[in-house]
């Protein structure tokens, strides 16, 4: 891995450069889903506080996606997916995002303590060194389980929005956080299985390198067993209700379905139709997230009118 | 007369600045309106300024 910085190069960013640091796509996620645990939280924040709340978590997480870029720039500029991004690209230097996620790390904990409370404070700030230096900069390199510490760092926003909300760590933000940590390793893992050269060019140790594509089949459908068996149980928690539940019952049939039938193919079979089952629960498995946090919106919005609940 | 020759680093400059400026009114914004709405929020603000308090007096009262 190349540590050293090239000053030689005189780098001119836009100013959306800056913001493709933070991952803006990812962004969108921890603010849906931030906003979600905010939302379906017992605690009533006035809707400034509950704004800088969800807009803080969201800048936290692109802080963290600014020091990984930092970190991981050697392995962005092989695998075909990250190519294009600022560093690997040459429009912004390595110091640049190295100085921007420090920066909006310590501003983003700061603001959100001031916003809300200091527990969902320490919760961020926990996020941002678990996501940054336990998985990018320690784990990520040396174990086939990466993908399951980085879903972790992923799956705090939810329980960060909840404490915002109630300045308490509950069952409810505990099951949504165990949610997207079920959810994030079978995602990466079927993309893994059809993106093979990529996590291979960059010698990253994927499950798929190490263990096989044989044990990566099994482990995607341990998973979503693990993550149906937890999306069906939130839907008796407090935050659930029939609408969540229905919800939950149809998405986790499908994907109990699609893992089946990718735990039973071998790997001829599956390029045979260029992993057309592998393809279908990447993509539903995004649909997947998004339902279930609406539900549990949806839920938390008709609990006044006595409709959400049960 | 001014020679004006507009470049692509110009260009560049000009919206990192102009991305930063946005950046920092709105988080002014946001700053006075959060401060707003934890003042209101808070009850009745009681300096020490020298005088007597009035959570104190009612206190000697009883």
Not at chain 1, 176 to 192: C, D, E, I, K, Q
Not at chain 2, 50 to 58: D, F, I, Q, V, Y
Request: with cysteine.
């Amino acid at each position: 891995m190349a540590y050293v910085t090239d000053h030689s190069k005189d780098y001119d960013p836009v100013f959306g450069d800056y913001i493709a640091l933070l991952k803006p796509r990812v962004m969108s996620l921890v603010v849906f889903t931030a906003f979600v645990g905010l939302m379906a939280a017992p605690g009533a924040l006035h809707p400034i506080e509950a704004f800088c709340a969800v807009l803080f978590i969201a800048l936290g997480a692109g802080a963290s996606g600014s020091l990984n870029m930092w970190w991981d720039s050697d392995i962005d500029a092989i695998m075909h997916r990250t190519k294009t991004r600022p560093i690997p690209s040459g429009r912004t230097s390595r110091d640049a995002a190295l100085g921007l996620g420090v920066a909006l790390s310590g501003l983003s904990v700061l603001m959100l303590g001031l916003a809300s409370n200091w527990h969902a404070a320490g919760w961020l700030a926990f996020t941002i060194f678990f996501y940054a230096v336990v998985y990018t900069i320690w784990l990520k390199r040396m174990t086939p389980q990466n993908i399951v510490i980085g879903g972790a760092a992923g799956a705090f926003p939810p329980l960060i929005g909840w404490v915002a909300a109630t300045g308490v760590v509950s069952i409810e933000a505990v099951l949504m956080f165990a949610l997207v940590f079920m959810w994030t390793p079978p995602h990466f893992w079927t993309l893994a299985l059809f993106m093979r050269s990529d996590y291979d060019d960059a010698k990253l140790p994927m499950l798929t390198v190490t263990h096989g594509r044989k044990s990566t089949r099994r482990h995607i459908m341990a998973y979503a067993v693990l993550q149906s068996a937890l999306a069906v149980g939130l839907a008796f928690t407090s935050i659930g209700g029939l609408i969540y539940l229905t919800i939950a019952l149809i998405c986790n049939s499908i994907v109990m379905r699609n893992a089946f039938l990718i735990w039973l193919r071998n790997e001829a079979e599956a390029e045979s139709d260029d992993f057309k089952n592998e393809r279908s629960f990447f993509k539903f498995s995004i649909f997947y997230l998004f339902l279930h946090f609406l539900a549990i919106l949806a839920e938390a919005l008709l609990l006044p009118y006595g409709l959400g609940g049960w | 007369m001014a020679i004006r020759v507009e470049s692509e680093i110009h260009r560049r400059r000009r919206s990192q600045n102009f991305g930063v400026a946005i950046c920092l009114i709105l988080f002014i914004i946001l700053m006075m309106a959060l401060s707003f709405v934890k003042l209101t929020n808070s009850g009745p603000v009681e300096g020490y300024d020298h005088a007597p308090r009035p959570s104190l007096e009612e206190k000697v009262l009883e």
